[in-house]
């Protein structure tokens, strides 16, 4: 196969469109969040679900009720860790699952967090809290929140936003 690019620079990556689809299924349940392991697209939804697709097979291997209505899920050091906003008056739940679904901890934030959450590469949640405008960083070693406080509500003009992702590098042109 010859992997030449438009301006005839040979063994370029093949890259796709900006905002092209790659490719698509249904899956069983309207999705609150996304986590990606490495093998799996994991999913949670508002009314006590986490599931995960093979996207090569394109169908769900993992469908498992869980507790307090789940809103943010990320994949950090073989875990899954998702984060309720409708659990505890007090604090939204943060729990930790391993790949089989089974709940190995939870953690109570004390605090009200409701979307978007994402890990970084030294051991850090990063969660979104929508009532103050700032993300929040967690520390997963010493399960405590650090002093970092990151004000996106500023930085994007008071937009509302659904989820975060932390990108560790862009190489030129990604």
Same mark, same amino acid.
């Given at each position: 196969?010859?992997?030449?690019?438009?301006?005839?620079?040979?063994?370029?990556?093949?890259?796709?469109?900006?905002?092209?689809?790659?490719?698509?299924?249904?899956?069983?349940?309207?999705?609150?969040?996304?986590?990606?392991?490495?093998?799996?697209?994991?999913?949670?939804?508002? #009314? /006590?679900? %986490?599931?995960?697709?093979?996207?090569?097979?394109? +169908?769900v291997?993992? @469908? &498992?009720?869980? $507790?307090?209505r789940?809103?943010?899920?990320?994949?950090?050091?073989?875990?899954?860790?998702?984060?309720?906003?409708?659990?505890?008056?007090?604090?939204?739940?943060?729990?930790?699952?391993?790949?089989?679904?089974?709940?190995?901890?939870?953690?109570?934030?004390?605090?009200?967090?409701?979307?978007?959450?994402?890990?970084?590469?030294?051991?850090?949640?990063?969660?979104?809290?929508? #009532? /103050?405008? %700032?993300i929040?960083?967690?520390?997963?070693?010493? +399960?405590?929140?650090? @002093? &970092?406080?990151? $004000?996106?509500?500023?930085?994007?003009?008071?937009?509302?936003?659904?989820?975060?992702?932390?990108?560790?590098?862009?190489?030129?042109?990604?």
């Amino acid at each position: 196969m010859d992997n030449e690019d438009d301006s005839g620079n040979q063994n370029q990556p093949h890259r796709d469109d900006p905002g092209e689809t790659l490719g698509e299924f249904q899956v069983p349940y309207s999705t609150t969040g996304l986590a990606w392991d490495g093998e799996m697209m994991w999913g949670i939804c508002a #009314n /006590d679900r %986490l599931w995960a697709c093979d996207l090569q097979l394109e +169908r769900v291997i993992f @469908d &498992i009720w869980i $507790d307090d209505r789940p809103n943010a899920i990320t994949f950090h050091d073989g875990n899954l860790w998702v984060i309720s906003s409708f659990g505890n008056v007090v604090g939204s739940p943060l729990d930790r699952y391993n790949l089989q679904g089974e709940l190995l901890e939870r953690i109570d934030l004390r605090s009200q967090f409701d979307l978007g959450m994402t890990s970084d590469d030294n051991g850090n949640l990063l969660i979104q809290n929508q #009532n /103050d405008g %700032l993300i929040w960083v967690y520390s997963t070693e010493t +399960r405590e929140f650090t @002093d &970092i406080r990151v $004000d996106y509500a500023n930085a994007i003009g008071g937009a509302e936003i659904a989820s975060i992702e932390w990108v560790s590098e862009h190489t030129d042109g990604q």
